[in-house]
């Protein structure tokens, strides 16, 4: 197994090895490259090998030398995902992060039109993912020595409306499950210098450019730019671990 030290000499993450789950849609791009950018090695999963390989490739040809490696990983597998996470240990002798990134959405005219069946597959995506990383990962980001679970959620997990009653409630579960993740990297310190933390960044929805491309006159109002949620993502392990941990970072106003 072999180790390193972050040197921020060589960019602010150079040295750590961080993983990010749901690589693969935008503001996984977004997030591979601001990674990459700023020195960390960097190992992606999606469960989608095609957009993954194109995220990996984007990252690695904007920054020519960084290692930036991919993974087609079933998230809903915690088997799965807790090879990943021992794998990556052992390639790289530390994980330094895990950027939760899968998402998925769905939602109804009404209440009382919800499909159940929609709870299902949200409750999954939203929620089993999260239980199976911070399983997985918890181990490893306390050994860290400067650990992040970072777990990207929505506004509407605090506000739910009539139409979003699955999306608002799977969001709210895997927030809670966050954070108690975040009180255990709290009582695993037991009074000593916190080394780890779990955190919860919250975004009323994320835009891309190629979204303000296909409606040039829309406003996208309270919409958090891809770009600045890696920005925000990157800039968590130059806090204190006990500035970070089990908090809720706003990119969006407050409910």
Request: glycine share 12%; charged share 20%.
């Amino acid at each position: 197994m072999t180790t390193s030290t972050p040197d921020p000499a060589r960019g602010p993450l150079a040295g750590a090895v961080v993983a990010v789950a749901g690589a693969g849609g935008p503001a996984g791009r977004a997030t591979l490259l601001r990674l990459a950018q700023d020195g960390a090695t960097v190992v992606a999963a999606d469960a989608d090998a095609e957009r993954l390989a194109e995220g990996v490739d984007a990252a690695r040809f904007a920054h020519g030398g960084a290692t930036v490696t991919g993974d087609t990983v079933d998230l809903l597998d915690p088997a799965a995902a807790r090879a990943w996470a021992d794998r990556t240990e052992k390639e790289h002798g530390r994980i330094d992060g895990l950027v939760h990134l899968v998402g998925g959405w769905r939602g109804s005219a009404s209440f009382a039109a919800t499909d159940l069946a929609d709870w299902q597959l949200l409750h999954d995506l939203l929620l089993r993912t999260v239980q199976h990383t911070s399983l997985a990962f918890e181990g490893p980001l306390g050994r860290s020595g400067n650990g992040r679970y970072v777990l990207i959620s929505a506004a509407g997990a605090s506000r739910p409306t009539a139409g979003n009653a699955a999306y608002a409630a799977a969001k709210a579960a895997a927030e809670a499950w966050t954070l108690a993740l975040a009180d255990g990297f709290r009582r695993g310190a037991a009074g000593e210098e916190l080394t780890a933390a779990a955190t919860v960044v919250v975004v009323k929805a994320l835009v891309t450019d190629a979204m303000r491309d296909r409606k040039p006159g829309a406003a996208f109002a309270g919409y958090t730019d891809v770009r600045e949620l890696a920005e925000t993502i990157c800039g968590l392990w130059s806090r204190p671990p006990e500035k970070v941990n089990g908090t809720r970072l706003w990119l969006t106003q407050k409910p």
